[in-house]
């Protein structure tokens, strides 16, 4: 059965840094984009960053440029997510998402409705 299953958040200073993981298993990371998203209390998912299939496309929100990074390794079937120069809003619950369809060439809402494998999600909170 294809999972995503996300680990690495945690309680992180503002300025500090989070890598967070997305490991697949029973499917492979070869034909499927990649989707962040996060979700904060009481607002609405957010879609974070996608990285495509092949690796070759990446995209972020506005307000993550610049400080986060996605990234993928196809040996351990694993999308990454660094960040850094976390700041309070950042705080959330980020989970990801697979897909066969090119989600990140249309990112982030074309093929939002077809992101049909994800993840429990892994907290983040940025707080002093």
């Known amino acids: 059965q294809p999972q995503l299953m996300e680990s690495g958040g945690g309680l992180v200073q503002p300025g500090g840094s989070l890598r967070l993981s997305c490991a697949a298993s029973?499917?492979?990371?070869?034909?499927?984009?990649i989707g962040w998203f996060r979700q904060a209390p009481g607002k609405a998912q957010e879609a974070v960053s996608c990285?495509?299939?092949?690796?070759?496309?990446?995209n972020y929100a506005d307000s993550v440029k610049g400080r986060f990074t996605i990234s993928k390794n196809d040996a351990k079937n694993t999308v990454y997510l660094q960040m850094n120069g976390l700041k309070p809003e950042d705080t959330g619950i980020y989970y990801c998402a697979a897909t066969t369809f090119h989600y990140c060439a249309e990112f982030p809402d074309r093929y939002r409705g077809h992101l049909d494998i994800w993840g429990r999600g892994t907290p983040v909170t940025v707080s002093s």
């Open positions: 029973g499917f492979t990371l070869d034909y499927n984009d």
């Open positions: 990285i495509s299939h092949s690796g070759l496309t990446t």
